[in-house]
């Protein structure tokens, strides 16, 4: 199968600017969703797509993070202001074709400066 | 709400040794599916195994196995004949069971394996 092309790879801004992610899932898959990786930890729900619409979005911080799946294949997840406390990996996953898992990203690793 | 459980931050093994590593989960669901993920230091998380709760047989996959205790809500994975290209980190991962597979995964705490030349 395809798989999930996350970029940029590698993200440096200082605290209080906006910063932006971009997931490409490849084979057009309809569920789609965005994980927060702490250093250490095991990866969080952020966000849940089924096409464009947002199905499970109870752990995104709204103040600050947004997303957007326009067309339900492409998906961007923003970060307006930054803080410090985001500092981690940004995973992007898709589920794969019948009853298989998800298929995951190389994630865009956040810096905070 | 469901919860994953990983107690070992840290494991090592003998290279072609054989090595445990823990689980345990919480769920008042009766039908769900567990995983196991590898995530080497290039960050690209990769399925290692599977298991549907309602499969009383433990899955294997080459060399990797699992022990899956429902009752005792435990799903430990073993790897037999250890290799370098197993050291990662591993995360056990849940997911509910439903008519969709598009449910979130829920994960544990990881396990960072070390395997000694």
């Known amino acids: 199968e395809a798989g999930v092309v996350q970029s940029p790879r590698y993200k440096i801004i200082e605290k209080k600017q906006p910063v932006a992610f971009w997931c490409n899932p490849i084979?057009?898959?309809?569920?789609l969703y965005w994980y927060l990786q702490n250093l250490g930890q095991g990866p969080e729900l952020l966000i849940r797509?089924?096409?464009?619409?947002?199905?499970?979005d109870s752990q995104l911080p709204k103040d600050r993070f947004s997303a957007e799946r326009l067309k339900g294949v492409d998906s961007t997840l923003k970060i307006q202001p930054a803080e410090l406390g985001d500092s981690a990996v940004y995973l992007c996953?898709?589920?794969?074709?019948?009853?298989?898992?998800?298929?995951f990203g190389d994630g865009t690793r956040l810096s905070i400066l | 709400a469901q919860t994953v459980t990983q107690s070992q931050p840290e494991m090592s093994v003998q290279e072609a040794e054989t090595v445990t590593l823990s689980c345990t989960y919480d769920?008042?669901?009766?039908?769900?599916?567990l995983f196991w993920y590898k995530q080497p230091p290039s960050r690209q998380m990769i399925l290692v195994i599977r298991?549907?709760?309602?499969?009383?047989q433990n899955a294997t996959e080459n060399r990797f196995s699992v022990n899956f205790q429902k009752a005792a809500k435990s799903f430990s994975l073993k790897i037999s004949d250890s290799q370098l290209g197993d050291a990662a980190m591993y995360f056990c991962?849940?997911?509910?069971?439903?008519?969709?597979?598009?449910?979130?995964?829920?994960f544990g705490q990881g396990t960072t394996l070390q395997v000694k030349p």
């Open positions: 298991q549907e709760a309602y499969k009383q």
């Open positions: 084979s057009g898959h309809n569920t």
């Open positions: 991962a849940y997911r509910t069971y439903g008519s969709s597979n598009t449910g979130k995964l829920i």
């Open positions: 996953a898709r589920t794969g074709q019948g009853d298989q898992p998800q298929h």
């Open positions: 797509y089924e096409n464009e619409e947002a199905v499970d």
């Open positions: 769920t008042s669901e009766s039908d769900y599916y």
